[in-house]
């Protein structure tokens, strides 16, 4: 009972946060301990944010103590500043690259954090570039490296460096999917989307991103490879719902089902999208396509809900370190549980993926 007064009350000030409406207030008022588990577990998600915004809509009467606010306001503080140190960070990466004439796409992150109300109030992560080409992926790998620093191949044929502090990521591929006789759709689709592709302007700068159709199909794949691995946290469900309402008018998007049905993942994006609209509180108009009926979703949210972002943050899987995070343990056990659980929702991807990530990683 006293975990359902949790969860019901987190659900509430993030439905409310996200999209910028009174909360249900049936769980409210809280005590101390249950305001400490509701804040520790919106940390725990990464969208501690978003549940302050939510926590503001209340009536004053229902507010946790004092001493929680100010520590909230504290977080939030920090995570604002962060996200203006990643922009000036990527107006200085953007300009390095236009130098040398050199093509770049932000993906995910500050462009998706652009969908919010406040894009400031989304916890930023790593910083994506995908390329259009792999001349220009090789070009802008060999520039970093001019410039000194380790720039590191990883798994899925991707690589990463720390760049002023955050780590940069660049990648040869848009979409995440793994299976390889798909290679050719998404290489032509991408080429096909780079006319519809936005902008996004971050200090002064111009910074192309993806089209609203590859940032549909960009995150929501994502989310659908770190569930074949190691879980992922509530806030990528956010971004895919920020995504949904702020592009769902775009006559393009109402080709993602077909898209979906090609790829071979359209009954997880059913699932997916359940989520967004019974957890989130997202109106199922903002959809690209209908919600099957009777779609329940709950096992794949109590999924998030034990891992936290990217499953270090507890469940059956993880172990006490040193340090505040946890780690991994039993990985070969835990990748198989997430196969046989997400296999008959995606099963072309369940199967590829474990193979081309190891592929990918010996190609390296």
Wanted: with cysteine; glycine share 4%; net charge positive.
């Amino acid at each position: 009972m006293e975990l359902n007064v949790i969860y019901k009350s987190f659900f509430a000030l993030l439905s409310a946060g996200l999209w910028n409406r009174k909360p249900d207030c049936e769980c409210f008022p809280l005590t101390p301990e249950q305001w400490e588990r509701v804040y520790k577990l919106a940390c725990k998600q990464t969208v501690e944010c978003t549940v302050y915004d939510g926590m503001l809509q209340l009536p004053d009467h229902f507010f946790p103590p004092k001493n929680l606010i100010l520590k909230w306001v504290v977080t939030v503080d920090a995570i604002e500043k962060k996200n203006k140190q990643m922009n000036s960070t990527i107006a200085g990466l953007s300009d390095l690259f236009t130098k040398n004439r050199i093509t770049a796409f932000l993906m995910k992150g500050q462009g998706v954090a652009a969908c919010y109300d406040n894009p400031l109030h989304r916890l930023c992560g790593d910083i994506d570039w995908a390329f259009p080409d792999r001349e220009s992926y090789v070009s802008a790998n060999q520039l970093i490296q001019g410039q000194n620093i380790n720039i590191e191949k990883q798994a899925g044929f991707s690589a990463d460096y720390e760049w002023n502090g955050f780590v940069v990521e660049h990648h040869r591929n848009m979409i995440d999917i793994s299976n390889p006789f798909l290679s050719n759709y998404l290489r032509r689709l991408q080429q096909q989307e780079q006319v519809r592709s936005n902008q996004l302007e971050i200090e002064g700068r111009f910074i192309l991103l993806p089209s609203p159709l590859l940032m549909h199909l960009s995150v929501n794949t994502h989310i659908l490879r770190h569930l074949l691995s190691f879980g992922i946290s509530i806030r990528q469900l956010c971004d895919s719902a920020r995504i949904c309402n702020q592009y769902h008018q775009r006559p393009e998007i109402q080709s993602l089902k077909t898209i979906y049905r090609k790829l071979g993942i359209y009954h997880w994006v059913q699932l997916l999208n359940s989520l967004l609209v019974n957890y989130l509180g997202m109106p199922a108009e903002s959809l690209p396509f209908p919600l099957k009926a009777h779609q329940n979703a709950d096992l794949m949210m109590k999924d998030m809900l034990q891992g936290g972002s990217f499953g270090f943050f507890g469940g059956p899987f993880s172990k006490e370190t040193d340090t505040p995070q946890l780690q991994r343990k039993h990985v070969w056990l835990h990748l198989t549980v997430r196969f046989f659980r997400y296999v008959r929702f995606a099963p072309w991807e369940a199967c590829w993926f474990p193979l081309m990530h190891t592929y990918s990683h010996f190609r390296n």
